[in-house]
Antibody, heavy 125, light 107 residues
Framework: QVQLVQSGAEVKKPGASVKVSCKAS????????IHWVRQAPGQRLEWLGW????????KYSQKFQGRVSITRDTSASTLYMDLSSLRFEDTAVYYC??????????????????WGQGTLVTVSS | DIQMTQSPSSLSASVGDRVIITCRAS??????LNWYQQKPGKAPKLLIY???NLQNGVPSRFSGSGSGTDFTLTISSLQPEDFASYFC?????????FGGGTRVEIK
């Protein structure tokens, strides 16, 4: 069965970076795009970006451009989301999600059909 | 960015009630609209994709409709396990954006 298993909770200081991992299993890793989405307390879900796990192409939200980097390790079927220059308002649960269609096409995507369990990132001094 | 406006933000309903949640996009998104259910401490679960298609394993009491800018999620007969939050998401153009959510509570 499809599973996305994320790394554990993190506590970081302002200005630091965090790297969250998402290990995929139960499907052909290279045939899907993976999205990263976050949910801050009391806020709506927010999309950070996606990666085509096949060729490594990425697309980021302009809001996070320059601070976020999404990568993959095909040998380990694992995706990574790096967020740098952390601020208090980056405190959130971060999710990875597999795209329903496989790949995003001409800018449109299918959305998330399978999700990781979430990783709480707390930014605190 | 495309703004997604969901209403109501919360509602109280009884088991067996028909529940309708609406989502409006700030511009046409054709039928690139998904609906998710989320329970406390859990990841979102895909219910409806492309506005009206039921995701595998989702009960048939859930249905979606709409196109362009206006969409609805209907729960035909609310069940105890349906008390949760519901979100819409547009997937037409990046950044993919979500509605603010609707919390369905027990009356």
């Amino acid at each position: 069965q499809v599973q996305l298993v994320q790394s554990g909770a993190e506590v970081k200081k302002p200005g630091a970076s965090v790297k969250v991992s998402c290990k995929a299993s139960g499907y052909t890793f290279s045939k899907y795009t993976i999205h990263w989405v976050r949910q801050a307390p009391g806020q709506r879900l927010e999309w950070l970006g996606w990666i085509n796990a096949g060729n490594g192409d990425t697309k980021y939200s302009q809001k996070f451009q320059g601070r976020v980097s999404i990568t993959r390790d095909t040998s380990a079927s694992t995706l990574y989301m790096d967020l740098s220059s952390l601020r208090f308002e980056d405190t959130a649960v971060y999710y990875c999600a597999r795209d329903l269609w496989g790949y995003c096409i001409s800018g449109s995507c299918g959305g998330g059909d399978f999700w990781g369990q979430g990783t709480l990132v707390t930014v605190s001094s | 960015d495309i703004q997604m406006t969901q209403s109501p933000s919360s509602l109280s309903a009884s088991v067996g009630d028909r529940v309708i949640i609406t989502c409006r996009a700030s511009q046409s998104i054709y039928n690139y609209l998904n609906w998710y259910q989320q329970k406390p401490g859990k990841a979102p679960k895909l219910l409806i994709y492309a506005a009206s298609n039921l995701q595998n394993g989702v009960p048939s009491r859930f249905s979606g409709s709409g196109s362009g800018t206006d969409f609805t999620l209907t729960i035909s007969s609310l069940q105890p396990e349906d008390f949760a939050s519901y979100f819409c998401q547009q997937t037409d153009i990046t950044p993919l954006t979500f509605g603010g959510g609707t919390r369905v509570e027990i009356k």
